[in-house]
């Protein structure tokens, strides 16, 4: 290799190499098996991946180096100018076979059972370079297998310690949960403690695992991958809307994979998008049409089903009706909801069902830096958010920016929660006091001085009672300080649905509940859970007409519904939705829809045709888009925003992170993950103390709407003043907003 460079016309950070006698140009510093996968050149390999830290453990990727005595792991080798590369030789070849019979040595011969068999690294690499007859007599290893957790099979004897597992917890994950034990040939690949993985993206290790060592416990056994169709399509339990696919055999969703996308999700899929498909197989999916008797209820036709909603939809047109939708609700469905509004002369819809506080007319917006970016900034604000819970995906871009660029993350939460990044600084105080943390003189100071600074502003922010305030502030913040100010959108489809019109011009959610109104439409929504103020949305559902849109035929739902019209959920329809970058992303049907289950546009079709509504004579989803749009209302309409005050503690509520939708709920291995926790009140020391509670105590839980009783737990990391509760459960449900008082049961 000479001091000059082979090509001086080459950028001054690429250099020239030849692999396999094509001359390329590769960025400095970059590996060979970098340079060849830029140009297709196959070079085999198990450790190497390209999201994931070097480790040149498997050897798989050894290739000939002109000057150079030995081969040399492609993954491992920088490379250099006039650098000549033979992936093909006779002496690589051989080096490649040979590794290969070491990994074979102890590799047991049970594909016919293996739940990789057929989409298996090792089995595709050892038909091309493995031999056809092992010279290996000896007895084989066996290692014994632990239990870590519900989502992920074990069969560690498969291994082959390529260490990407133990990588992608240590370096993507941020929680170290796998490692290596052992040395020499009793090496083994273990978590140390023989505890359940917690991470919540604790399913991607099934993904990069090239053998059947770490497999999908859920999906285990059910099917072969070459009987899967693979279906497009996205998540739905929250904004982000990762890419995925859904694998189907014969109508029915098996499992689900990530689907590449660098702007959204990159590769990697959080549990909860993974494995939330459980839940659409409960024994409670509504599959036909349920009409309310008496106190009893029916099965019935559509054609009767429709013609009952007609009737109380008839009866209480105009004013009367009030419609609400789940905010995960696709874009069609959505303008079709709000056409249907409009034509029935109601101003009453809208599907911010999770917030508390509408006084300034916000609805949800995209980001403002693109979630791809937000890993090159180099100043990151947190407020409000368990954004390891809330976003799982963006939560580990955030890890990425803190542990790569040394991006400072500060956070302003009520809870001292769980991150895997390093804080530079927080405040732990009662959401009431978000507002005026966010003055915090040195917080301001450290993030004026960021060239790419970002606020991101969470839940606990955007459904607090104050949250009005608390998001004047942050836009206060953002313009002082120059941060992109990136406020989460509340549901998979808020910023699709804010579009689409879905907005009231006379009440919005909470003006529904405070005057309620004699009929409703709920539209894909759980109504004893889904609701912000559950206590509320029961007193007025109780006393009115519903007409439930519904994918489950749930207690809550039959509690309050006159008319359950059963719809398919987004995995078994073609839909759009627009996640929190402002982008519309399309879904491809995948499972079969249950029972006599509908698409929900062709339910509203139909029920538009039966009220002989104009604008509802489509026939297909074309249609149903090219007359479904709606300009939502010139100005929304805002209710004056609830009373703090009271005696108490500050509530603090954040949403389960498997808890967060009815499908969700349903997924038994999701429920049955370490980070799904029983319902609880956390306090702080100090409020424990003063109201005389000690940990594992029951306690009831009083509140302006409602009262609950719950096992009390003590955590330091409360902030004084706050009482701490996770929302998606039964016995939280009750719980309202603003304070509460806590007292031994």
């Known amino acids: 290799m000479s001091a000059q460079p082979v090509n001086p016309n080459l950028a001054p950070d690429h250099v020239t190499v030849f692999i396999d006698g094509v001359e390329l140009a590769a960025p400095k510093g970059s590996m060979i098996i970098q340079a060849a996968d830029k140009a297709g050149i196959p070079i085999p390999r198990f450790c190497y991946h390209d999201k994931l830290a070097i480790a040149a453990n498997c050897r798989m990727c050894l290739v000939e180096v002109e000057k150079m005595p030995k081969p040399a792991p492609a993954c491992a080798t ?173 109508g029915e969703i098996l499992r689900t994979v990530p689907r590449d996308n660098e702007a959204v999700n990159e590769c990697w899929l959080s549990d909860r998008d993974r494995y939330s498909h459980q839940g659409l197989y409960a024994e409670d999916r509504a599959v036909k049409p349920l009409l309310k008797v008496g106190e009893d209820w029916k099965e019935v036709s559509w054609a009767e089903g429709l013609a009952a909603a007609a009737e109380i939809l008839r009866a209480n047109q105009g004013d009367a009706l009030g419609v609400l939708a789940h905010p995960a609700t696709p874009n069609d469905e959505g303008s079709l909801l709000a056409r249907l509004a409009e034509a029935l002369g109601s101003g009453n819809i809208d599907h911010r069902i999770f917030n508390r506080d509408f006084s300034d007319g916000a609805v949800a917006e995209p980001f403002a830096m693109p979630l791809a970016e937000i890993e090159q900034a180099d100043a990151i604000v947190l407020l409000g958010t368990n954004i390891r819970h809330e976003l799982p995906l963006l939560h580990q871009r955030i890890r990425k920016a803190n542990t790569q660029r040394k991006a400072k993350v500060y956070a302003v939460n009520p809870v001292d929660f769980d991150f895997a990044f390093t804080l530079a600084g927080k405040q732990i105080v009662a959401p009431s006091a978000f507002a005026g943390a966010l003055n915090d003189a040195a917080l301001l100071e450290a993030v004026k001085g960021a060239s790419r600074p970002v606020l991101i502003v969470g839940g606990l922010a955007e459904n607090h009672p104050q949250a009005a305030s608390i998001r004047a502030a942050a836009k206060a913040f953002a313009a002082a300080t120059g941060a992109a100010l990136c406020r989460i959108p509340q549901g998979a489809n808020a910023v699709g649905l804010a579009r689409k019109g879905v907005l009231p011009s006379k009440r919005d959610v909470a003006g529904m509940f405070a005057e309620p109104r004699s009929a409703y439409v709920i539209y894909g929504i759980e109504p004893g859970l889904d609701f912000a103020d559950g206590a509320a949305a029961q007193k007025a559902l109780k006393a009115a007409k519903v007409v439930a849109f519904s994918h489950f035929a749930c207690k809550s739902t039959r509690n309050v519904a006159d008319v359950i019209l059963p719809i398919g959920a987004l995995p078994e329809i073609e839909a759009v939705l627009t996640n929190l970058d402002g982008v519309e992303q399309r879904t491809q049907a995948g499972g079969k829809l249950p029972g006599e289950a509908r698409e929900g546009w062709k339910v509203l079709r139909a029920l538009g045709g039966e009220l ?116 998606g459960h039964g016995a939280t449900a009750p719980l309202g907003a603003g304070r509460v008082t806590v007292v031994g049961a």
């Open 78 to 250: 920088p490379v250099m100018d006039g650098m000549k590369i033979a992936t093909r030789s006779d002496k690589a070849l051989k080096s490649q076979r040979n590794v290969m019979e070491f990994l074979l040595i102890n590799h047991p011969l049970d594909c016919p059972i293996c739940d990789q068999g057929g989409e298996c690294e090792l089995q595709d690499l050892s038909l091309g370079y493995g031999r056809s007859v092992s010279r290996f007599q000896e007895r084989k290893r066996v290692v014994p297998d632990e239990d870590i957790g519900p989502l992920v099979a074990t069969e560690m004897t498969r291994c082959i310690q390529c260490t990407r597992c133990v990588r992608f917890t240590a370096d993507i994950a941020g929680t170290y949960e796998l490692g290596g034990m052992y040395r020499g040939e009793n090496l083994q690949i273990g978590t140390y403690d023989g505890k359940p993985l917690t991470t919540e993206l604790s399913g991607n290790v099934v993904d990069v695992c090239p053998v059947g060592a770490l497999t999908n416990k859920v999906f285990q056994f059910r099917a072969r991958p070459w009987e899967l169709i693979a279906r497009e399509s996205v998540g739905y339990h929250d904004a982000m809307g990762s890419n995925l696919f859904t694998h189907v055999r014969r």
């Open 612 to 727: 002989q509504l104009p604008a509802f004579e489509f026939t297909d989803l074309a249609g149903a888009r090219a007359v479904g749009k709606s300009s939502g209302p010139a100005s929304i309409a805002r209710s004056a925003a609830p009373s703090t005050t009271g005696e108490g503690l500050e509530l603090a509520a954040t949403a389960a992170i498997y808890r967060t939708d009815g499908v969700v709920r349903r997924a038994q291995a999701l429920q049955a993950h370490p980070l799904n926790v029983s319902p609880r009140i956390t306090l702080n020391p100090d409020d424990a103390q003063a109201a005389g509670l000690s940990q594992g105590q029951v306690a009831k839980v009083g509140a302006p709407d409602g009262t609950a009783t719950l096992p009390v737990f003590i955590d330091k990391r409360v902030a004084k003043g706050v009482a701490w509760i996770e929302s």
